[in-house]
């Protein structure tokens, strides 16, 4: 039972433009969620967050957009880089209880 | 570097061996967490620890077992290697054991092989 899903395996965008990733989630409990970028032989690292108190955070070029209803959030990258190119994973939590349940991830490819 | 290090980097055994990958989580944080990255899979949580202690177990088999030192570095043991055992696993570790804030900071990963 995948409590997180990120339907997209691979998305390829044009620099300059924007990246639009998608993460739904099934777990109506989970209050916080995160967005982890993780580049080839090297572990996942942290990019930005948001609590379900909230539906929009901001972080320079990445934003992310809650829709507590929906269960669904997106990352937003704008604009595109090619060094963005990586495994974008989304990732789930029920404060104080639960670890962390990550998707299978989307991997992104800017193409120059 | 993310401060959390995972050694060895890569690991190729046979089948039916066992192995320990061991961690040292990041200056201050109490928490370590392991997590199984297989072919097509996300990030598969297994264990947590946390000050020692056990804190929340995942889909960990039972031929896998880890364990938390005094000075918290963690070993993950994984024993009778099958096949279907070979994955990147991760190694996380956090101040905070409920992960909020930033979340976990994560290691770069030991690749086992099993052949």
């Known amino acids: 039972d995948q409590q997180v899903k990120q339907n997209s395996p691979s998305l390829s965008v044009q620099e300059g433009r924007i990246s639009i990733l998608n993460c739904d989630y099934t777990n109506s409990m989970f209050d916080y969620f995160l967005w982890y970028k993780k580049y080839p032989a090297e572990g996942p690292t942290f990019l930005i967050s948001i609590s379900s108190i909230k539906d929009k955070n901001e972080d320079g070029r990445f934003t992310v957009f809650l829709n507590k209803s929906a269960k669904h959030l997106s990352l937003h990258i704008v604009p595109s880089q090619p060094g963005d190119s990586a495994v974008y994973f989304c990732a789930a939590i029920v404060s104080g209880n639960t670890p962390l349940v990550f998707g299978k991830g989307t991997r992104l490819s800017v193409i120059a | 570097d993310s401060g959390v290090t995972q050694t060895p980097k890569h690991l190729i055994t046979a089948t039916g061996q066992r192995v320990t990958l061991r961690c040292s989580p990041r200056s201050g944080d109490l928490s370590v967490y392991w997590y199984q990255q297989s072919l097509d899979q996300g990030l598969q949580f297994l264990i947590q620890?946390?000050?020692?202690?056990?804190?929340a177990k995942g889909n960990i088999l039972e031929r896998f077992s880890a364990q938390q030192f005094p000075d918290l570095h963690s070993e993950l043991n994984l024993s009778s290697l099958e096949l279907g055992d070979s994955a990147l696993y991760f190694c996380?570790?956090?101040?905070?054991?409920?992960?909020?804030?930033?979340?976990?900071?994560f290691g770069s990963g030991t690749r086992l092989t099993v052949v």
């Open positions: 996380a570790s956090s101040v905070d054991p409920t992960g909020r804030g930033y979340g976990y900071t």
């Open positions: 620890y946390y000050n020692g202690e056990e804190r």
